[in-house]
């Protein structure tokens, strides 16, 4: 396969794994959400303004999984909180089996009604090719 047809299905696979795990965020498995990230991944929410969180950084599966139903307890997302991650304008830069991804997101509440946009900001990620594809080794989540 020549370098530009294996970044261009890289990109894909990298975008697809983005929305896939905006959409879980919001409706789906806990569990297939955290088969999106690398098994030492972090997760850093740099900025909670307007958020019912605290800044915080976990690293783990297992506390990730935590920090999923602590956030669904919270009506903060999942099934039945009528909210929606919206992502968009991805910059992907690929690196042999790491990468690096820029993303835009809003993301709203009340989508039930007259949807509220809550925040709006950056998903600085990093990714790592593993045996099972794509996966996410670390997001920092910010507001600029």
Do not use: K
Request: hydrophobic residues 35%; negative net charge.
């Amino acid at each position: 396969m020549s370098d530009d047809l294996r970044r261009v299905r890289d990109e894909l696979e990298i975008g697809r794994l983005l929305a896939r795990i905006a959409h879980l965020a919001d409706d789906g498995d806990p569990e297939d959400y955290i088969t999106c990230f690398t098994p030492d991944a972090v997760w850093d929410l740099a900025d909670a303004s307007d958020l019912p969180l605290d800044v915080q950084r976990i690293q783990g599966h297992e506390a990730l999984l935590a920090g999923v139903l602590e956030r669904r307890a919270a009506r903060v997302q999942g099934p039945g909180s009528h909210t929606r991650h919206d992502i968009s304008t991805s910059v992907v830069e690929i690196d042999g089996d790491a990468a690096s991804a820029r993303t835009y997101f809003r993301y709203y509440r009340d989508t039930d009604g007259i949807p509220a946009l809550v925040a709006i900001g950056c998903y600085d990620d990093r990714l790592l090719r593993t045996a099972e594809g794509w996966r996410l080794h670390h997001r920092r989540i910010s507001r600029n």
